[in-house]
Every structure is written in structure tokens, then in C-alpha cells.
């Protein structure tokens, strides 16, 4: 049997299919290769060059440059076809 789903929050969330057993064992395969997720830093990690972007992240913040947090989530939601709150 094969099934398909979603990483949210860490967890892998099935498109709608048959529910599985409590305890069932199963194999995870990444569907396809795709440049653009979001995983570990690259290799060498560089400690300075991320806190640099995250005092820049801050700066952003305060200056009022960024976006309401509903706003991007209702947006994250849409571009990857994720469940949005309810009324939404």
C-alpha cells in the first residue's frame, strides 16, 4: 500500500486514505527532491553569520518591516496546499 502526505510541525500528516492501526510500522520516502525546502544549515555551520541574520531579523521587526503573523501563516498555508484555520 502506498500513501501520501504532508510534514506539519514535524509530524507526517496523510492525505485522506485509509486509517492505519495503532502501532503499524511503516517506511518514509521522500516524494521528490525539491531545492527549495527548508532543512539544515549547510555544512560547515556558522554560528556569527546566523546570529548576524537574526539581529538583522530583529532590526526588521522593530523598524515595522515584515509581515502580521496570521497574514503568513494564511499564506505558508495556501502555497503548501496546508489546511487553513477554520473561517478561512
Avoid: C, W
Amino acid at each position: 500500500m502506498s500513501l501520501e502526505g504532508t510534514v506539519v510541525n514535524g509530524v507526517i500528516v496523510l492525505d485522506a486514505g485509509p486509517p492505519l492501526p495503532e502501532g503499524a510500522r511503516v517506511r518514509v520516502e521522500l516524494a521528490e527532491e525539491d531545492p527549495d525546502d527548508v532543512g539544515p544549515p549547510p555544512e560547515p555551520y556558522d554560528r556569527e553569520k546566523e546570529l548576524a541574520i537574526l539581529r538583522e531579523s530583529l532590526e526588521d521587526a522593530k523598524a515595522g518591516r515584515g509581515v502580521p503573523a496570521r497574514e503568513f501563516l494564511k499564506q505558508l498555508a495556501i502555497e503548501h496546499n496546508l489546511p487553513l484555520e477554520p473561517g478561512e
